[in-house]
């Protein structure tokens, strides 16, 4: 049986596109090194591939991003040379940047002004001839089309004219791949029509069609079926209703079937036996069988091997690489070579990182340990008066720019270049001089900068027993920054304080309001490989319990109030909406729990970065938060309409200043956001802040922007105090 396998991660071991990329951009290197250094990291992965498994495509590699590539391919984007197409990536002509299906991966996302289309470039081609081997690779017309923005929503047109072009770009191979994960969405029965005779199309080309659906099942299957392709590749891992479909369907014996069967998303070694037995009823169905992964493997860091984990965690886990031997491991078995694979799979079932007094706690959960205890109605008249916080009152998201003296201050400490005090001390200056900084400008309520943090999870990961963090396990979040998702492994808890120490020391450093800052547990499981042994609701309350404990640290010192970010709460709901409500049930428990405990005096804030709002309202107010403050500035305060139809009486702090770009936040356009709020919200509900951290931001473009917030909201509460 033959292997197959796609996605392969292109950061490289030593983070290498990375180090190019950039090095390019800070005008380091020439062009031609650029192309160079990249076309030996793909020229790794397709000798990777090619060492490992019987099948795989070739020309998925991009410098940036595969729905930008696709655009540029299409005559979307007129792109003559490099510089142009890192300025649609990043310049004064970038792209609105969203979230891929419900990963972390952000794509860029086409606008389609035009039905106007034209063959500009034929990506896999190049690689094709030079390599002379793989699949030529492309994401399909419908995922294509429906992933971007469209002049015309829904379009068949569009999308019959698209496939007219795609029928040209393949033509030129004996073979394609073809990626279409919306097909795993909800998707009317007019878009499956639409796909039916796009596909037909496509038929003209008289190309053997691979196509690739992955993150979840296809709820169409039995017209896929007549689909005029070779092969489709379905996921077994997230589509766990594909096993049922084929049962009801059946499957045409003509088309090859590539099972999606080692997981492209989580780290846990596959069960070798589970997926021999899998393929086994599968063979019932069809005559044809690849074995293949689900879901491409870029989701994944390159090795484990590279890492130092403890040695019953080491054995539980596969990343990309490991993932191309399972492949093997499933083929060998169906062979009768059944050694290595219960070798491999040995520590699977272990239970590592068990914690009684943990697991006793969420048991005894009673239905009250999800409520405050004071509604909100009395909490908000406790809050007036104790905060005594002014109309409009200001604050920030939590984080300032984190420059280069406090990166490096931290990779000294993390080398223990430097002692424990002496960072301590580096990190409680910068507090300091950023409370004074707040104090001068005006802001009502301070933070304290998060200066100590690298990143809002991983942070936070290194301070809870139960998670793993990796040294090299990074992985591709947007365009070239990576980040290293940690590993749950075990029952969760918080051995002690985690926050405490900084948010207190920037209290004493002021009469005014000081925010607790701390991530919530949908984001920390969002932006994580979590366990599977246990159900993820019951991972999110342990996380909870842990938020509970230091809010109540929080308040011991007098802090008053406290902000939860989960700025992952709308992209981890899953891609079909008839599931949403089991993933909401626990995403907006999970917050309650968390703040369950906390006084009735204690403040407690909510921040989301935007992403359709609109269908997540509902979701939203039952998360008993007192104030949430939201991305707006992007889409000019768009984000209002959702609030009209909905009765929100809750305090709300809309983003007023893009911090996405450089450009510095002017008075106008602030005020101009507010007042459009104002027509929908209550003036006595509305707070003033930017949209998310500043972190990304530089000093210069901070300063003036909070100087103008404030200055807007002086003026607005001029206007609005009559
Ligand atoms: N408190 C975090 C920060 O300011 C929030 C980041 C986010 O929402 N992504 O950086
Ligand atoms: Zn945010």
Redesign the pocket.
């Known amino acids: 049986m033959k292997t197959y396998a796609y996605g392969y991660p292109r950061l490289g071991r030593g983070r290498e596109f990375k180090k190019i990329i950039e090095s390019f951009w800070n005008g380091k290197i020439s062009k031609r090194e650029l192309k160079k250094g990249l076309g030996k990291l793909e020229e790794e992965i397709i000798y990777t591939y090619s060492k490992n498994v019987d099948l795989f495509p070739v020309g998925e590699f991009t410098y940036y991003d595969n729905m930008l590539d696709t655009a540029v391919m299409l005559g979307v984007y007129n792109c003559p040379e490099v510089n142009f197409y890192f300025d649609l990536c990043r310049g004064k002509s970038a792209l609105d940047m969203t979230k891929w299906f419900n990963t972390n991966y952000h794509y860029l996302v086409p606008e389609i002004k035009s039905s106007k289309f034209k063959v500009s470039w034929n990506k896999p081609l190049k690689s094709y001839k030079k390599f002379k081997k793989g699949t030529p690779y492309f994401i399909g017309p419908f995922t294509f089309l429906k992933l971007s923005k469209c002049y015309k929503k829904n379009s068949e047109k569009i999308l019959l004219k698209l496939a007219g072009k795609y029928t040209e770009l393949i033509s030129r191979f004996n073979r394609v791949h073809i990626d279409e994960p919306a097909f795993c969405m909800e998707l009317s029965k007019k878009e499956i029509q639409s796909i039916k005779k796009c596909y037909k199309i496509l038929e003209k080309s008289g190309t053997d069609i691979y196509l690739f659906t992955y993150y979840d099942s296809v709820d169409f299957l039995d017209e896929l079926l007549k689909l005029d392709v070779k092969a489709i590749g379905l996921d077994f891992v997230h589509g766990e209703e594909n096993i049922k479909l084929i049962k009801k369907y059946g499957w045409d014996r003509k088309k090859i079937l590539i099972t999606g069967l080692v997981d492209g998303r989580n780290v846990w070694r596959t069960d070798i036996k589970k997926a021999v037995s899998t393929i086994k009823t599968l063979k019932k169905y069809a005559d044809e069988i690849f074995i293949s992964n689900a879901g491409p493997l870029w989701h994944l860091p390159i090795t484990i091997k590279s890492e130092k984990l403890p040695a019953k965690l080491g054995v539980k886990l596969a990343f990309a690489e490991e993932r191309l031997y399972e492949l093997n491991l499933i083929a060998k078995t169906l062979n009768d070579e059944t050694k290595k694979a219960a070798q491999w799979c040995k520590g699977i079932n272990s239970s590592f990182g068990k914690n009684e007094t943990v697991r006793r706690k969420i048991k005894n959960l009673k239905k009250n340990d999800f409520k405050r205890i004071v509604p909100f109605s009395i909490r908000k008249k406790i809050h007036k008066k104790l905060l005594n916080l002014p109309l409009f009152p200001t604050t920030t998201?939590?984080?300032f720019p984190q420059t280069d003296d406090v990166r490096k201050m931290r990779a000294l400490y993390n080398r223990k270049e430097i002692s424990s005090p002496e960072y301590k001390k580096f990190i409680r200056n910068k507090i300091k001089e950023l409370v004074r900084l707040q104090e001068d400008i005006g802001l009502d309520v301070l933070v304290h900068g998060?200066f100590e943090r690298t990143d809002?999870v991983e942070f936070f990961a290194k301070k809870l027993s139960g998670i793993a963090t990796t040294k090299n396990g990074w992985i591709i979040s947007y365009g070239t920054r990576g980040y290293r998702p940690p590993i749950f492994y075990g029952d969760i808890s918080r051995p002690k304080p985690m926050t405490v120490d900084e948010i207190a020391f920037a209290q004493s450093q002021t009469k005014k309001i000081v925010k607790g800052?701390l991530t919530g547990p949908v984001t920390m499981i969002a932006w994580s490989y979590i366990r599977e042994d246990i159900p993820t609701n019951e991972v999110a309350y342990q996380l909870s319990l842990c938020i509970q404990e230091e809010i109540k640290d929080y308040e011991k010192k007098g802090i008053k109030i406290v902000?939860i970010?989960e700025?992952a709460f709308r992209e981890k709901a899953p891609i079909k909406k008839r599931h949403w409500k089991k993933y909401f049930d626990w995403a907006v428990k999970s917050f309650r729990l968390s703040i369950s405990k906390a006084k009735p005096e204690t403040q407690i804030h909510s921040?989301?970065?935007y992403s359709e709002f609109h269908t997540i309202i509902k979701q939203i107010m039952e998360m008993d938060f007192d104030v949430i403050s939201i991305e707006a500035a992007r889409s000019h305060g768009d984000i209002i309409n959702a609030f009209e139809n909905v009765k929100f009486n809750r305090q709300i702090g809309l983003g007023v200043w893009d911090i996405h770009s450089p450009a510095i936040a002017e008075v106008p356009k602030i005020k101009k956001i507010v007042r459009r709020a104002l027509a929908i919200l209550a003036k006595e509900n509305f707070w003033i802040n930017p949209d998310?951290?500043?972190?990304t931001r530089k000093w210069e473009e901070t300063i003036p922007s909070l100087k103008n917030l404030i200055k807007a909201t002086k003026s607005l509460r001029e206007i609005y105090s009559k």
């Open positions: 998201i939590g984080s998060e809002m800052m902000q970010d700025p921040h989301m970065c998310c951290g500043l972190k």
